[in-house]
């Protein structure tokens, strides 16, 4: 909890920097306000439940509608906005797949800022401001992350921006240029086809729309056909880009499936409709064609001409949405004009930080093989002090006072059942940035032992210079 605490403190401080102010709304909603905004039945991660009445509501798994309805039944004229509100509490979702205790759970914290303004322009200086905010936020956190651009689902908007720590344990696929600054979400990276054009060897594969009534063939060509075989399409198609193509067509195509989920599904199809790979020659005459082969390792980056492509995975720990009017239209948000002759919706953004997620995210970027290792911002004490049984009590506060006053949070381990060696481990276990021991050294010449595991930090250092010796480590921590 403590972790949390100064987590959310730091989230205060920089949405204070951007006049935002902090609410608190309730978990609970209701079902109309959802049919309001048309996110109701699409939705397969809500929590519903009924009243006594038998009336629906649900458990929030974010609060755009809620706060729409608020802010709109406070506000009349252009001249009540900007308004900033953001809040840290609870989200439900039913979350197909909950992994990695804090990462992806059905019940999480998420910080969700909204943010309220008259036109488009003044909207577009928020989004600005909220991005810098949040670099504020994670360059304090001193853990590397990456931005992309990212595709905004259905929130609506366009403009959106997606904030990850790099990690195995990332479910997202990011790819990034490794000659100019582009990093793209797998949903919304592209990738150079001129070279493709070459490639003499097509395959034709198979998809089916959602609800089964259409044959999707797709058609790509490929580099050599040896290599492949039907049952590679995972590695050969980008579904994502296959949506997008056959949204034009305005078919929705399924994703995710199996093969013989595929094959089930493709039974029930009375006609068929053909995507081309827009490396192929034909693509140019064929309405349906785009570039939907997954993008491999080392393909053309889109975006400068001598850049290659390569994949990382990142666990999203933050996510900004301009949002226009995606909810205040359907949830009536409106203020008379400056002419006071007609009523607009507001221009809104909702902007996100996975505050839990962070903390695990920030567990598992951090650790080693002897335990946590907590950034300074965020770690339950900045310092420990660990003394052997016979220092005299009256030394053990003088140092722990000495700490206190130069305001380096830390803690005493007084523990009086438990062993140096024990607590030393515990220590490391837990990740305290900085770990003190209080023994033979300061019995000997009133030395304190410093250690930094993050850091490769061990030495013992005199009474007069600890407290400025400690201050030095936790500044790059
Ligand atoms: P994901 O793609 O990981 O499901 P999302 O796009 O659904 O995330 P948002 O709706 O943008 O997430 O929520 C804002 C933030 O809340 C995310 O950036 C993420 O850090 C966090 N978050 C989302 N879902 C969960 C969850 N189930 N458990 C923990 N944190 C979550
Ligand atoms: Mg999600």
Not at 418 to 441: F, H, N, S, T
Request: hydrophobic letters at 35%; one cysteine or more.
């Amino acid at each position: 909890l403590r972790v949390q605490n100064k987590l959310e403190a730091v989230i205060d401080k920089h949405m204070r920097s951007i006049d935002a102010a902090k609410v608190s709304l309730s978990s609970i909603t209701t079902e109309q306000l959802w049919k309001q905004s048309g996110r109701f039945s699409a939705n397969s991660e809500l929590f519903r439940l009924n009243d006594r009445r038998k009336s629906g509501f649900l458990l929030s798994p974010t609060h755009e509608e809620e706060i729409t309805e608020i802010v709109g039944g406070a506000i009349k004229s252009y001249k009540d906005l900007p308004v900033r509100l953001y809040q840290v509490t609870r989200k439900y979702r039913d979350e197909r797949r909950p992994r990695g205790g804090l990462l992806r759970g059905k019940e999480f914290l998420m910080k969700d800022l909204y943010t309220f303004d008259y036109s488009q322009k003044d909207a577009l200086k928020t989004y600005k401001a909220v991005r810098q905010a949040y670099t504020n936020i994670f360059n304090e956190l001193k853990i590397d992350y990456i931005v992309a651009d990212a595709d905004s689902g259905n929130m609506g908007g366009k403009l959106s921006h997606e904030y990850h720590y790099i990690h195995p344990n990332g479910e997202d696929k990011l790819w990034s240029c490794d000659s100019c600054t582009y990093v793209a979400n797998e949903e919304l990276a592209e990738h150079k086809i001129e070279g493709k054009k070459d490639w003499k060897y097509r395959m034709v594969l198979e998809g089916v729309s959602t609800d089964h009534s259409t044959r999707i063939e797709l058609h790509i060509s490929v580099p050599s056909p040896e290599n492949y075989t039907k049952d590679d399409y995972g590695k050969l198609i980008n579904e994502h880009a296959v949506k997008k193509v056959a949204e034009n067509l305005g078919i929705d195509f399924a994703t995710g499936l199996n093969y013989s989920t595929l094959q089930e599904a493709l039974k029930k199809a009375t006609r068929t409709v053909k995507i081309y790979d827009g490396a192929l020659p034909e693509a140019a005459s064929q309405a349906a064609s785009g570039d939907i082969t997954q993008i491999q390792d080392g393909d053309g980056c889109p975006k400068c001409s001598e850049g290659k492509l390569h994949s990382v995975p990142g666990i999203e720990v933050g996510h900004t949405f301009h949002l226009g009017t995606r909810y205040s239209e359907p949830l009536n948000a409106v203020v008379a004009t400056e002419d006071n002759n007609s009523k607009v919706p507001v221009q809104m953004g909702c902007h996100g930080i996975g505050v839990s997620r962070l903390i695990g995210a920030a567990a598992a970027c951090l650790h080693d093989s002897k335990g946590l290792n907590w950034p300074r911002a965020i770690a339950p004490f900045e310092a420990i002090i660990v003394p052997t049984p016979d220092i005299p009590e009256a030394d053990i506060h003088q140092v722990y006072d000495k700490l206190q006053s130069a305001g380096i949070d830390v803690v005493l381990d007084d523990r009086a059942d438990k062993g140096v060696g024990w607590k030393l481990k515990d220590a490391d276990l837990i990740g305290y940035p900085v770990i003190m021991v209080l023994g033979r050294g300061w019995k000997d010449a009133k030395t304190v032992e410093i250690q930094c595991r993050r850091l490769g930090f061990k030495k013992e250092v005199n009474a007069e210079t600890f407290t400025s010796e400690v201050e030095e480590l936790l500044e790059q921590l």
